[in-house]
């Protein structure tokens, strides 16, 4: 209540605090919700004794023009987005939030019931059903994406299984499949997508998990 807040500085007594370096910081991170919570994490970690003898009048700021930050502009407006495994789940979340930044989505799966329902929900989304654990019908995939959308700017690959059998009990087929589902399904997108992603100079996104680290 005593201190005047602004977009530049904030008035103290012994001086001012440029919040330009502050705004830097903060328009690294994508993920809104952690948005606060990594802006002071960062803000602890800086070396400038400035910044960090006012991280609680910096934070104060933040918090009182939140609107302002969770409205930052992630220059997503209008990119092109193909989501593998997105019917449901991560994949179906991931493309609700880039359909919120202005993204044009295109979803992907083999069941193409559940594209249908989630395209009466959300009208402007885009789908193209099919299976990329299969290296022709990833080709398939990307062609009719290209016929939908005209480019790609991102291409995340969400398409994997958590299941298992108990060790030592594995197959020659389940090892095939776990490795189509969990490894190809990314490789066989990959390679269809590169000429038009090296185009736009997009980006890929894997979506993996904790196995690895804990095997």
């Known amino acids: 209540k005593d201190r005047k807040l602004n977009s530049h500085t904030v008035a103290l007594g012994d001086g001012n605090v440029n919040f330009e370096k502050i705004f830097k910081l903060i328009s690294k991170y994508n993920y809104k919700g952690n948005l606060i919570l990594q802006t002071a994490r960062d803000i602890n970690q800086e070396h400038?004794?400035?910044?960090c003898k006012y991280?609680?009048?910096?934070?104060?700021?933040?918090r009182l023009n939140i609107d302002w930050f969770?409205?930052?502009d992630l220059n997503l407006f209008n990119?092109?987005?193909l989501i593998t495994g997105s019917s449901k789940g991560i994949g179906l979340d991931i493309a609700k939030k880039l359909l919120s930044e202005g993204c044009n989505v295109v979803l992907n799966s083999r069941n193409e019931d559940d594209l249908k329902k989630i395209k009466s929900d959300y009208p402007q989304i885009n789908y193209v059903s099919g299976d990329v654990t299969c290296e022709k019908s990833a080709r398939k995939i990307l062609e009719k994406t290209i016929?939908?959308?005209g480019s790609l700017d991102i291409l995340i690959c969400?398409?994997?299984s958590g299941k298992s059998v108990?060790?030592?009990?594995?197959t020659l087929s389940d090892w095939e499949k776990s490795i189509a589902v969990n490894l190809y399904s990314a490789i066989n997108i990959i390679q269809a997508s590169k000429e038009f992603l090296a185009k736009s100079k997009g980006s890929i996104v894997c979506i993996s998990s904790i196995c690895g680290h804990e095997i």
């Open 55 to 62: 991280r609680d009048l910096i934070l104060d700021y933040i």
């Open 79 to 81: 990119k092109n987005a």
């Open 70 to 72: 969770l409205k930052l």
């Open 147 to 149: 016929n939908l959308v």
């Open 166 to 170: 108990p060790a030592g009990s594995e």
């Open 48 to 51: 400038d004794k400035l910044i």
């Open 158 to 160: 969400n398409v994997g």
